[in-house]
């Protein structure tokens, strides 16, 4: 299985600034690499799509990258409303794994 | 709208069998492959395994032995069952739409999950 080595696990940070969060495959995953986000309520959306597009409706103050086995989420000026769990996950190879998670807290 | 709702009993006893239902509308179960994901509380999230579109099923080889998924078309229905439960399978355990975008595959919609809690 393809392990998914996500940081950090937690990450204070304050309204306006900038925070990239890091994904990184235990082997090459030719960019099949998606980020999620979760909401304290359980509720799950996706952001980016294979690696750096980005889902429809979603701001474009999200953005991705990356290549090979290191990828990245970078959201560029934090709001009110990011202020939640975040997850990479690879499709490359079955299992589909995801990382374990990013908490984004306010500062 | 695309909408994914998952249902089943809350609580199951160790060893028993579990037996979800996700009721999908908005789309067709021929067009989407659906999948199941699970989070235990205060941890990440696994993926357990697909219905594709055209039926076939891929699983986690984690769960591979435990695990099945079908579907019933006519009814918009994905069905899993997991038997020998244990404690460690207590969970939320989501089913999500997969979609294929511009050599993307991701999950697009999800349902809003439901809790089950397997008692010893």
């Known amino acids: 299985d393809i392990q998914m080595t996500q940081t950090p696990s937690s990450m204070p940070a304050s309204l306006g600034e900038r925070v990239t969060i890091s994904c990184r495959a235990s082997q090459g995953i030719s960019n099949y690499l998606n980020w999620y986000q979760q909401k304290p309520d359980g509720t799950i959306k996706p952001l980016i799509y294979?690696?750096?597009n980005l889902q429809s409706g979603v701001p474009s103050r999200f953005s991705g990258s990356g290549s090979g086995t290191d990828y990245s989420l970078t959201i560029s000026s934090l709001e009110p409303e990011d202020f939640a769990m975040y997850y990479c996950q690879q499709y490359d190879s079955s299992p589909l794994t995801f990382g374990s998670g990013t908490k984004l807290e306010i500062k | 709208q695309v909408q994914l709702k998952e249902s089943g009993p809350v609580l199951v006893q160790a060893s028993e069998t579990l037996s979800l239902t996700c009721t999908v509308s908005g789309f067709s179960l021929t067009n989407y492959g659906v999948i199941w994901v699970r989070q235990p509380p205060g941890k990440g999230l696994e993926w357990m395994g697909i219905i594709w579109r055209n039926g076939n099923t891929d699983y986690n080889s984690a769960l591979k032995s435990r695990l099945s998924i079908n579907r019933d078309t006519s009814k918009s229905q994905v069905f899993l069952k997991m038997n020998s439960l244990q404690t460690d399978d207590t969970a939320i355990y989501y089913c999500t739409r997969g979609n294929i975008n511009y050599g993307g595959y991701y999950f697009d919609y999800w349902g809003q999950g439901v809790m089950v809690t397997v008692s010893s």
């Open positions: 294979y690696t750096s």
